[in-house]
């Protein structure tokens, strides 16, 4: 596929997981649109997903080839998207990443920062915690600096 299709495909794959539209995140997918292909700031579609709890278009994500632990590094857009769901309490996304073998424990910032389960428990999503702890997850010591 061309480069200048790619990135015309990939650019309306994020507009439509902002927009929330499962429908045509699954005809992109279907049409060649990556589903690892960062925005020019670095986010990947999985990240995006997750913070916005769009679970159903993870799924249809990881199904297509998304990685669960690829880190996003856009600006205010970095970390595992299993971090970025944790963070705010989706729940649901938390499950979909993890059934798609997302690392419970896998830290962010390549593995020096915060885990999932940091995100959960200062956010203070208990169910989102409990099904952390429920997949492996345990609390970490902090990194000092």
């Given at each position: 596929m061309k480069r200048r299709q790619q990135k015309k495909l990939s650019h309306r794959l994020f507009s439509a997981i902002l927009a929330g539209d499962p429908g045509s995140v699954k005809t992109l997918l279907r049409a060649g649109a990556s589903p690892e292909r960062t925005d020019s700031d670095g986010t990947t579609p999985l990240y995006l997903a997750s913070v916005q709890g769009e679970a159903g278009i993870a799924r249809s994500l990881m199904e297509a080839g998304a990685f669960p632990d690829t880190e996003s590094g856009g600006l205010g857009s970095e970390g595992t998207p299993l971090c970025a769901a944790a963070c705010w309490g989706h729940t649901e996304t938390v499950r979909e990443l993890l059934?798609?073998?997302?690392?419970?424990?896998?830290?962010?910032?390549?593995?020096?920062?915060?885990?999932?389960?940091?995100?959960?428990?200062?956010?203070?999503?208990?169910?989102?915690?409990?099904?952390?702890?429920?997949?492996?997850?345990?609390?970490?010591?902090?990194?000092?600096?």
């Open positions: 059934t798609h073998g997302a690392d419970p424990s896998l830290r962010e910032d390549h593995g020096t920062g915060r885990s999932p389960l940091d995100w959960a428990d200062d956010g203070s999503h208990a169910d989102t915690a409990g099904v952390l702890r429920a997949a492996g997850a345990r609390p970490v010591a902090r990194p000092t600096r």
